[in-house]
């Protein structure tokens, strides 16, 4: 397997080469009054950024899955596609969400691993078999649809697939993780 990129390709927009179009689609996603290197680097499209901002948006703060289910969904697809940036700020979302640390570090074990209840071993398999297989098995489905909603049930792979997207942009393009973001897991 490739490894991510480990040097900048493309860097962040400084603010003071912002235009005004710039600062109006990254100022609401400031983060304690800093701009995060994911938004920096992708406004540099602001016509991307745009719609893809209001995508990710959707399923982050307006979506119908439990945010600890999102949550679980995009860690194992982090872990999955070596997204280290991805990984860093979700470790700190999900622990808001309610995933514990021990569930964080179960999330790299797998499916498999001890501990899970059936639905969040279902989740962690669903980012497998979507990463793997790019389909969701009927096993796995069926554990998903008992305890799932249709809209949530549309969600899981559209999850999956944002981070997905997320990960190759931000591996490709070198982004850089925060320094105060949790490390990649071994």
Same mark, same amino acid.
């Given at each position: 397997?490739?490894?991510?990129?480990?040097?900048?390709?493309?860097?962040?927009?400084?603010?003071?080469?912002?235009?005004?179009?710039?600062?109006?689609?990254?100022?609401?996603?400031?983060?304690?009054?800093?701009?995060?290197?994911?938004?920096?680097?992708? $406004?540099?499209?602001?016509?991307? @950024?745009?719609?893809?901002?209001? @995508?990710?948006?959707?399923?982050?703060?307006?979506?119908?899955?439990?945010?600890?289910?999102?949550?679980?969904?995009?860690?194992?697809?982090?872990?999955?596609?070596?997204?280290?940036?991805?990984?860093?700020?979700?470790?700190?979302?999900?622990?808001?969400?309610?995933?514990?640390?021990?569930?964080?570090?179960? $999330?790299?074990?797998?499916?498999?691993?001890?501990?899970?209840?059936?639905?969040?071993?279902?989740? &962690?398999?669903?980012?497998?078999?979507?990463?793997?297989?790019?389909?969701?098995?009927?096993?796995?489905?069926?554990?998903?649809?008992?305890?799932?909603?249709?809209?949530?049930?549309?969600? &899981?792979?559209? $999850? $999956?697939?944002?981070?997905?997207?997320?990960?190759?942009?931000?591996?490709?393009?070198?982004?850089?993780?925060?320094?105060?973001?949790?490390?990649?897991?071994?």
């Amino acid at each position: 397997m490739t490894e991510p990129a480990r040097t900048v390709r493309i860097p962040p927009l400084p603010p003071h080469e912002r235009d005004e179009k710039a600062n109006e689609l990254i100022a609401p996603l400031a983060v304690n009054g800093r701009d995060l290197n994911i938004f920096a680097t992708l $406004v540099r499209h602001p016509r991307l @950024f745009n719609r893809w901002s209001a @995508f990710g948006g959707t399923l982050l703060r307006r979506g119908e899955l439990s945010d600890r289910d999102r949550e679980l969904l995009i860690l194992r697809t982090a872990w999955h596609c070596h997204a280290d940036y991805e990984w860093g700020q979700h470790v700190r979302i999900a622990g808001r969400a309610g995933v514990t640390d021990e569930e964080i570090a179960r $999330v790299v074990a797998g499916p498999d691993a001890p501990g899970w209840s059936g639905l969040d071993a279902a989740l &962690v398999r669903a980012a497998d078999e979507l990463h793997g297989d790019s389909y969701i098995s009927d096993g796995t489905w069926k554990v998903l649809a008992e305890n799932l909603g249709e809209r949530q049930l549309i969600e &899981v792979c559209m $999850v $999956v697939g944002q981070y997905h997207l997320v990960a190759y942009t931000l591996n490709s393009l070198g982004v850089e993780p925060e320094a105060d973001a949790a490390p990649f897991p071994e």
